[in-house]
């Protein structure tokens, strides 16, 4: 049987053992992480990816649905939400198809929550949990994030999007380039792509792509192919492929 892996993020040491205790009940549920603030769990989800997250809504440095958002609704994994919060956000969270329990919870509560998430797994894989995290954090329309989390070393920092220049794929990682200085993140560019906004990101090469408001000009290079030269004098090379979807925007 393969195991479920759950990640939990709760700031409250009793309701993070309430879960783990409710989900130990469970022989094919393995716990990959315990997270204690939102900044953990946002920086702990997609380097484990798991396949569902009991996610606190009120928690220190990052709260429930700006780990969503930071995450971003495509990439975010199945969720149920562990709350306090009063009934009109508990039908907002059941209109998007969205699970939650109630603290404090009892069993019966808890396994059906689980339950739920079990079918929302299946929802993931067609997309549509994304879409409906999507709607839940802001309307009917996406809207893109302003920054980005990267890792350095222990630590977690925030890069605003307005500052980054390029992106370069490498293998299952995104090298984030910013103010003269390079980040990690993990994923493809085809998923941070679809994450950000066309109308300033856009691809120049099949493992690249850059930022037009850093785009100072663009040169001429060999067999149709061109160079992007940024602000910062860095030069991204443009294959003849994708030429025009930088041209067009600077025309």
Request: net charge neutral.
């Amino acid at each position: 049987m393969t195991a479920l892996r759950v990640l939990i993020a709760d700031d409250e040491p009793l309701s993070l053992d309430c879960v783990r205790l409710a989900l130990a009940a469970q022989p094919d549920v393995e716990i990959v992480a315990e997270c204690t603030d939102g900044l953990q769990a946002a920086e702990a989800i997609p380097r484990l990816a798991p396949d569902l997250v009991f996610l606190d809504i009120r928690m220190p440095g990052l709260d429930g649905f700006g780990v969503i958002e930071t995450i971003g609704p495509a990439r975010m994994p199945p969720v149920v939400f562990v709350t306090a919060y009063d009934q009109h956000a508990l039908r907002a969270f059941s209109t998007h198809a969205l699970d939650y329990v109630l603290k404090p919870f009892d069993d019966a509560r808890f396994a059906a929550s689980l339950g739920h998430a079990r079918q929302q797994i299946g929802l993931r894989r067609d997309g549509e949990l994304g879409r409906r995290l999507a709607a839940l954090l802001q309307g009917t329309a996406a809207r893109p994030p302003s920054r980005l989390l990267v890792r350095r070393g222990e630590a977690s920092c925030y890069v605003d999007l307005d500052h980054v220049e390029s992106l370069a794929a490498e293998r299952n990682y995104v090298r984030i380039h910013h103010g003269g200085t390079a980040d990690l993140v993990r994923g493809t560019l085809d998923q941070l792509l679809s994450e950000l906004d066309p109308a300033h990101f856009v691809r120049v090469h099949r493992s690249s792509a850059v930022n037009l408001a850093h785009v100072r000009e663009i040169r001429p290079w060999f067999s149709g192919d061109c160079v992007a030269v940024l602000r910062s004098g860095r030069e991204v090379r443009v294959s003849r492929k994708y030429r025009d979807a930088i041209l067009k925007p600077l025309a």
